[in-house]
């Protein structure tokens, strides 16, 4: 028997400034479900949770809480200026009967200082502040907004594991795909201002939503063709009687209007990077850097080579020191020890997660082209600047707004065009994902995994890393920093799944049980062994090298035929630029197979 639900909306209905944002949306929360709430950015996601929680009056429909259900909500800016301590803060958020000592049991677990004023707090000590305040009461029903926003990792798979841990009910927006795959256990989707329900996890979601879309559009397709065939009727069936005509044309205006109405999938944004010309095969070498902040060294001694092509994902707690490892090896900041060497024609394109480069009070379209050209160019191809917003997912009538007037996940789609446009060889991303949505998420890996330079990032979106980088460093405090093959998940399996610690922060609660506990002789960390990335790179490396050397030999013997020049010299440049890419390919593949033959063989001896 199904049981009865502890929350529920029926027929939501919402209009802003003439526009409908929600019509005949719905949802129902039955006791321990967990809900993932999902859409394009801008569909209304936070808005609806808003209503779930009350804080949000509808134009029409329902809202039921069961009798005595307690309900709170993680605001996705909340305002701690009233309160003297965070303690009390989060004391605020208790209702009678609950117990106070969770409260700084909550902000410990969080490491969070209870006692702490809150003015100068940074955005990740907010957010779990913030976190500690829904979570100590404990309620029945928990609502999170982008939960994960300015957390680190560790902070992550601590919230991650205690939610699971929960047998309350809780409704759930984030970006973060691994952490949604983890806990919902159903999902609803809000498109077009109607909700659609999967009785199932996160991971099937897209398969079940691109099933609706496929649906969809043959039923648009259908509508076209009878559009099309009462069309072909008023033009050559106007002789018929007088009532048969306006009855068939009253159909196809219905039609029309059918059509008209008919509400769009949001498109995609059409993102493209500019590259610039090929650097040298080394393109960073640093030895023995070394920093300190007063007592404090967040890099002791680190060494690399960052090579042409290289994919750095950087790993570790808030406040560790990423942005200064990474400022180290750009050459912005001077190491206390250490040196850093550079190949040739460097190119560095940087997108700053803290967007000081956005004037709130410049327009979005002078954001976009700070020169105020009306022609923007990427790569080969010019572009007018109310075409590259629009490949950007910006509407004209927003071409004029203020940056300060737009969207978190607008304002980094600002960011995005703007760095996408500046050709570069070296690119680094400092958490390009915070505000974007699942399907722009997507995109940009696919952007980043066809960019032909080298990539650092910086983020703390697991299922982002492992789609992007190939290899890992991971801060392992004190100043150490670890250099792991593959992505996130790769990493995860060299140290035998231990966690990335936090910097002072919250450990996963799993492996918080069993601190006190002492180890036994078998728990030694794991043998380092390959990843299945590097395995399966290994195993058709030879393979591939085998045809490439074939391709390299077929195109040396065209170019060799001394009149080729002469009868058809497109035909030579073209050979000629082919057996430089190839030869280039295989060199890079050379390259790596011996990386992998090296590793291997250390690793078995």
């Known amino acids: 028997m199904a049981r009865p639900p502890l929350l ?12 409908p944002l929600l019509e005949a949306a719905s949802l129902q929360l039955a006791p321990g479900e967990r809900i993932a709430l999902v859409g394009r950015n801008g569909s209304g996601k936070s808005t609806l949770l808003k209503i779930v929680a009350g804080l949000v009056a509808a134009d029409s429909g329902q809202r039921f809480v069961q009798p005595g259900a307690t309900v709170r909500y993680l605001a996705q800016e909340p305002d701690l200026s009233a309160y003297p301590t965070v303690l009390d803060y989060v004391l605020s958020g208790l209702a009678e009967g609950d117990d106070a000592h969770a409260a700084r049991a909550t902000l410990e677990a969080l490491a969070v200082d209870p006692d702490a004023a809150p003015g100068p707090m940074s955005g990740g000590e907010i957010r779990r502040a913030a976190l500690a305040h829904a979570l100590a009461p404990d309620p029945d029903v928990l609502l999170l907004d982008e939960p994960t926003n300015h957390l680190d990792i560790a902070a992550i798979a601590w919230l991650e594991e205690h939610l699971k841990a929960r047998r309350k009910s809780l409704v759930l927006i984030s970006h973060d795909r691994r ?4 806990l919902s256990t159903a999902v609803v989707w809000l498109d077009r201002g109607r909700t659609h329900r999967m009785d199932r996890g996160f991971a099937e979601f897209e398969d079940w939503r691109d099933g609706i879309l496929s649906a969809e559009e043959d039923e648009r397709r259908r509508l076209d063709k009878k559009i099309e065939q009462e069309q072909e009727w008023v ?3 106007v002789t ?11 159909k196809l205006q219905a039609l029309r209007t059918e059509k008209r109405e008919l509400r769009k999938v949001t498109g995609l944004a059409d993102m493209q990077l500019a590259s610039a010309d090929r650097s040298g095969k080394r393109m960073i070498v640093a030895e023995g850097l070394t920093k300190r902040f007063g007592d404090r060294t967040v890099v002791d001694g680190f060494s690399t080579t960052i090579m042409r092509g290289d994919r750095l994902g950087l790993v570790g707690p808030n406040g560790v020191g990423k942005t200064t490892l990474i400022n180290m090896l750009l050459g912005r900041l ?3 020890e250490g040196t850093v060497t550079y190949g040739t024609d460097l190119k560095v394109n940087l997108l700053d997660q803290r967007r000081e480069a956005l004037d709130p009070t410049m327009s979005l379209r002078h954001a976009i082209s700070p020169s105020g050209s009306d022609q923007i160019t990427v790569g080969s191809t010019t572009k007018h600047v109310a075409g590259y917003l629009k490949d950007f997912l910006f509407t004209p009538e927003q071409f004029n707004t203020p940056v300060g007037a737009l969207s978190g996940g607008e304002r980094a789609r600002v960011l995005l065009g703007r760095a996408f446009a500046m050709p570069s060889n070296i690119l680094v991303l400092d958490e390009p994902t915070n505000d974007l949505d699942l399907e722009t998420l997507d995109l940009l890996a696919e952007v980043i995994s066809d960019y032909d330079g080298t990539l650092l990032l910086v983020s703390h979106d697991r299922d982002f890393l492992d789609r992007t980088v190939t290899t890992t460093l991971v801060a392992e405090g004190d100043g150490t920093w670890s ?14 799944s231990a966690p990335v610690r936090s910097l002072g922060g919250p450990e996963p609660a799993p492996k918080k049980a069993k601190a006190d506990k002492p180890a036994p002789a078998a728990a030694a960390p794991k043998k380092a062994k390959l990843s299945f990335r590097e395995k399966h790179d290994l195993e058709t490396l030879p393979a591939k090298l085998e045809a490439l050397e074939g391709e390299i030999a077929k195109l040396s013997a065209a170019i060799a035929d001394p009149n080729l020049y002469a009868k058809d010299p497109k035909r030579f440049d073209k050979l000629t630029a082919d057996l430089s890419a190839t030869q280039a390919e295989k060199d890079a593949a050379e390259e790596r197979w011996l990386e992998l033959e090296m590793k291997r063989e250390e690793l078995e001896a």
Do not use: C, H, W
């Open 8 to 19: 529920s909306l029926a027929d939501i209905a919402l209009t802003f400034g003439g526009t």
């Open 179 to 182: 952490f949604l795959e983890e």
């Open 235 to 237: 033009r050559y069936g």
């Open 240 to 250: 018929a009687r007088r009532k048969r005509n306006m009855g068939r044309l009253r």
């Open 334 to 336: 001077a190491p206390d």
């Open 483 to 496: 250099e792991y093959p593959g992505g996130y998940s790769d990493m995860l399996v060299q140290r035998g």
